[in-house]
């Protein structure tokens, strides 16, 4: 494995976890300001990358099940759960896109809340929920600001 002795593993995930915005950010700041920019379809592109975020961020559930070889009813909660994303998100990926944006902003939401939820199980740092609000915020906003251009 590559390791960087100067890079804590804090400011990998902030940097890359930041990173991950830009295909949330990008497309609603082009929709407002040039719709019509490459001749892409920025709605599209930003709600297929929603969708991909939403699946992502349920999966975790899983590797948290897994390692913590879960079972009988916490097995089944986490595994549920984490399945239950990425179902929204194919549910919302079938809808008009400003609906469908929507969706994803609040599948993002509500991923946030039940992994505040569910998380208090499992150590993790003291850093990893404050970053995910972060994120979870940008990201959800972006999608709600381009569902209105």
Request: proline share 5%; hydrophobic share 60%; glycine share 8%.
């Amino acid at each position: 494995m590559l390791e960087h002795p100067g890079i804590s593993p804090i400011l990998a995930a902030h940097l890359l976890g930041l990173s991950g915005l830009i295909p949330f950010v990008l497309p609603a700041l082009v929709v407002h300001l040039a719709p019509e920019l490459g001749g892409i379809d920025w709605h599209a592109l930003q709600a297929d990358y929603g969708a991909v975020i939403l699946s992502f961020v349920g999966a975790l559930h899983w590797g948290y099940a897994v390692q913590s070889g879960a079972t009988g009813s916490a097995a089944w909660l986490r595994y549920g759960w984490s399945v239950a994303p990425a179902l929204w998100a194919w549910l919302a990926l079938q809808c008009v896109i400003e609906t469908s944006l929507q969706l994803l902003a609040a599948g993002l939401v509500c991923a946030v809340i039940v992994d505040r939820s569910l998380l208090q199980a499992v150590q993790l740092p003291r850093w990893f929920m404050g970053l995910r609000y972060q994120l979870t915020a940008i990201a959800s906003l972006s999608l709600l600001a381009a569902s209105v251009a």
